[in-house]
């Protein structure tokens, strides 16, 4: 038995790895963006507004087999397995007791490892890729640029951060530049990745701007960094993550793969830190560097033979804390009350309830694409997400569910009434709305105004010239009577709220052409200043118009 136990250990590890997995995905509600996800899976496509869709086939493949959350997970935590596996075959098999001491260390891996969302495949490939790096490193030659091809596809496939660690792996290897199998392995994951970039040619790189423009804070905030150093330190390990982290960032790579590893590490942690003068950053965004920091901490422990007290002293904290946090998130334990945002509980209930309110009416969420998207899952109805100014688009905004309601009767879920609704919607006298029925439901989210240029003119005249993309089936429908004469507004932010709305006069049914010109008077009661700005389109609700462009600065004097 011990025998048996000491030749197979390594295999008994990612066995008992994906069983408890296994366990965990098929018994947890799914997470808010899992769902959405699940979304992304009914309309398989070469790209999606917020990711690639490595993540949206997965699911697909997974629920084909399982009807549940176990089928929207099975083949996110087969491959978050397959990481652990090829992190181990990085470390040389040296020391496996103090590799499993490192991957038990760092919680997330264990819990977050089950969820179906893109950083999962992403590490998977994050990996394959240094594995394959190695192989091409010591022998370059067509497979293996073949390969390291696939797979740098793969990571753009999975999530747009690949692109970091390639670049990352550039610089650290410029002499790379000069042999020709690099160059063939740069064409090959162009050659793969090309569908992609043509889809998001065609939507107007949809991505790119929420990414690179839209999610930028309106002001920097010292508490951005503070919260980004933080949370990378728990992000690491919930007890020894700064000690890891330590100790990643002391090893001094002698290799060209440790170089590599050490270039995305600590570039990864640096170009994020940046990114906090800019807005929030979200503590998985640094998800590339789990790789090297796992691989490169492992190399310095094993060379630092006294330190890994530490490590091991902390194994059983970090298990009972994950224990608790993997057995509070199952759906076999009640939610605790003091935690105010649970998305892991009450889920199934709540969507029965809202299904029978609607009876067999469809529903119109607004400005909230997570219940829409649990609502889908849980009762197998599809519904669909409004997304307003005091929102942000996604890819409700681009799916066709919402032609299929227009004109129809549906049950709309509305946000919650407040101060700041009240004050912004008195000086046009809309009422706010309240959930229940509304009958000649219309929206037109997928009207796309872009290349927006604006210049203001003597006497507060704003001359607005843009490109507009109407779907073929709405120019027809903005010549009906019913929706002729939906407004397009121009909605201002002041930092990140809805400021006002000004009617730019410009109805739908005008909306004839590939581009247009927009004369906006400025109300004198504005005060002068910077603004952020959008063209949006009138919806049957008042007050909730549906975003149709990115934000564009305006400068009113």
Partial sequence: MQTALHKHHRLLFCICWALLSIIQAGNTELFDDEAYYWVYSRYLDWGYFDHPPMIAALIRAGYAIFHNELGVRIFVLLLNTATIFFVQQLTYKKDDLLFYAVALSIGVAQIGGILAVPDIPLLFFIVLFFWLYQRFLQNRNVINA????????????????????????????????????????????????????????????????????????????????????????????????????????????????????????????????ISTYKGRVEANWTIAAFIPLMVLSHRYLVKNYRLQKWLYRSIPITLLLVLAVRLYIMSWFPPVSWIKRNEFHGNREWATEMKQKASSLPIVFINTYQRASKFWFYTGKPAFSMNSPYYRRNNFNMWPIEDSLISKTVYMIVPGN???????????????????????????????????????????????????????????????PAYSETPIWLVLYEDGDVKTFINTGIVVKKLTSNAMTLTVNIPSGLAAGEYNARLCIGTVIPGFPTINSTEFNLYVK
């Fill in 418 to 480: 407040s101060n700041y609704f009240q004050q912004l919607f008195k000086p046009f006298g809309w009422p706010f709305p309240h959930d229940g029925v509304q009958h000649g439901f219309y929206s037109f989210s997928r009207v796309l105004f872009s290349n927006i240029n604006c210049s203001l003119s003597p006497g507060r005249t704003l001359q607005l010239s843009t490109k507009v993309a109407v779907p073929e089936n709405y120019r027809a429908l903005f010549q009906q």
């Fill in 146 to 273: 073949l390969l390291l091809g696939i797979c740098m596809a793969c990571m753009l496939y999975s999530k747009y951060h690949g692109v970091l660690v390639i670049v990352l792996v550039l610089l650290s290897n410029l002499r790379l530049l000069t042999n020709k199998y690099l160059w063939l392995a740069g064409f090959i994951c162009l050659l793969l990745f090309a569908p992609h970039l043509y889809w998001q040619y065609q939507h107007n790189f949809p991505s790119i701007q929420y990414h690179l423009l839209e999610r930028n804070a309106s002001n920097y905030r010292f508490a951005f960094t503070t919260e980004y150093i933080l949370g990378q330190i728990a992000f690491a390990g919930p007890v020894i993550g700064w000690f890891l982290l330590w100790a990643a960032f002391r090893y001094r790579p002698v290799s060209d793969l440790e170089r590599a590893m050490k270039y995305t590490l600590v570039g990864t942690y640096i170009l994020f830190l």
